[in-house]
């Protein structure tokens, strides 16, 4: 477990909660799945932690202000006349498997801070009818992976295996770092205490009717 996974955990790790706490899709999920979109944050320019494109400019909760960036990455067709808004001098380059490899800069979402990239892309899981097998397992984070997996999140064949396991990695910092128990210790005595001032306020009650 290398420090740089750790500090992306812990930084992302509330951002991650709260998009759960709107939308259900399951914290170690969206955890593994922006790290290995984000290369665990090394490649999050604008916030953006998952590569969603600008598309068709939907907002799926997160996206309000409409925010673009220009980013330079990689892409793969079956055909080499895809457009794009720039591709490198030399592009595309056909691959042994028969697929045209391209180096372009396309237009991607940017957000004012990681949540609304949390939120953004969870909304567009929510919203999106291909995934609404898998939202009936958002309780069983492992089982939500597969059929998100199965579903056609990515093309990888190796998917499924791939975001478990950095799910698992995720899972084993969150106990290490005690990252839930944490809230659960900030919760308890905020409850406890308002006990105590309920019951303050009862005995006072009481005592002015006496």
Known sequence: MT???????????????????????????ALAQSALESGW???????MMFGIKKGSGRNYGGWSQGQ?????????SSVPTRHFPFIYPGYPIKQANGKWKYRIKDVFRAYPNPFFSFIDWAGLL????????AMQFKKTPYRFAEEIAKAGYAT????ASKIKRIMKEIEQIIVLKKLDKK????????AIMGIGV???????????TK
Request: aromatic content about 14%; overall charge positive.
């Open 3 to 29: 420090v740089k996974k750790e500090q992306f955990v812990m930084r992302y790790y509330p951002f991650a909660k709260k998009a759960s706490e709107k939308s259900g899709v399951p914290i170690l999920f």
């Open 41 to 47: 944050g090394k490649s999050a320019k604008g916030n």
């Open 68 to 76: 673009t960036q220009m980013i330079t990455t990689t892409e793969y």
């Open 126 to 133: 929510f919203k999106n009818r291909r995934y609404s097998y």
């Open 156 to 159: 990888d064949p190796n998917y």
């Open 183 to 190: 809230e659960r210790s900030i919760v308890l005595p905020m």
């Open 198 to 208: 309920i019951a303050i306020l009862i005995a006072v009650v009481k005592s002015s």
